[in-house]
């Protein structure tokens, strides 16, 4: 069973919350996990906000119904995403979903700060997913055996010439750099965040000690 309060933190409305998960955890796949949940504060009239969470395989999109009685849900796997990002305006923010095929999806009026965290969420997800195929695809590669191509060689006149003035420099050896280990990926995403701006130097410190702190 999901826990609320976990999602509370950032005076996300309770009630929307509440009826959102209660959903949500029968649609949990095996070893999916929440990460984060935003829900929607329009300026004026707010009793039907919209929801966005963020899991480690996919974004949940949850939209009332008739007149709050029932509730659309939509995903999208992070295979399907080429990037998200966000943008603060004068009501909250937008956050944006850019997807590999078809239209972007805009969510409007997410307060700032929940749009800054469900960013930052949906990029590590999305950058951990990519960092899985680079590692995949890598893996695969190597598996694979190289085709060996056998030619019929042509004998070539012997030359008279002192063999030394046809010796060549022997080839060196070039350095092959070895895939970054998780510790140093997560360490440079969360620079990025800092050098960004997405997240405080506090946060910054903070996060850095965690993952330090698991070796």
């Given amino acids: 069973m999901i826990l609320i309060d976990r999602f509370l933190s950032d005076e996300q409305d309770p009630k929307a919350v509440e009826k959102v998960l209660g959903k949500l955890n029968d649609m949990l796949t095996n070893n999916e996990e929440l990460i984060y949940m935003a829900v929607q504060k329009k300026p004026a009239v707010n009793l039907l906000p919209d929801c966005i969470a963020v899991s480690n395989k996919r ?7 008739n007149f709050g009685i029932t509730m659309n849900f939509k995903d999208i796997s992070w295979k399907s995403v ?3 990002s966000f943008k ?3 009501f909250g923010s937008k956050f944006i979903c850019v997807p590999l095929h078809g239209e972007n999806i805009i969510t409007e009026y997410i307060p700032k700060v929940q749009a800054r965290k469900l960013y930052q969420a949906a990029y590590e997800q999305l950058e951990n997913f990519k960092e899985q195929q680079r590692q995949t695809e890598l893996e695969g590669r190597r598996s694979v055996p190289s085709p060996v191509t056998v030619n ?3 004998p070539e006149p012997v030359s008279e010439e002192p063999a030394a003035l046809f010796s060549q420099p022997a080839a060196t050896p070039q350095h092959v750099e070895e895939p970054e280990d ?5 360490l440079r995403k969360l620079k990025s965040l800092y050098d960004k701006h997405l997240i405080t130097q506090e946060e910054y410190e903070a996060k850095k000690a965690d993952i330090l702190d698991s070796l």
Avoid: D, Q, R, S
Avoid at 59 to 65: A, K, L, V
Avoid at 182 to 186: A, F, I, N, Q
């Fill in 59 to 65: 974004i949940f999109y949850c939209e009332p119904g």
């Fill in 82 to 84: 080429k990037e998200v």
């Fill in 88 to 90: 603060e305006e004068i």
């Fill in 152 to 154: 019929a060689v042509t």
């Fill in 182 to 186: 998780e510790t140093t990926l997560k």
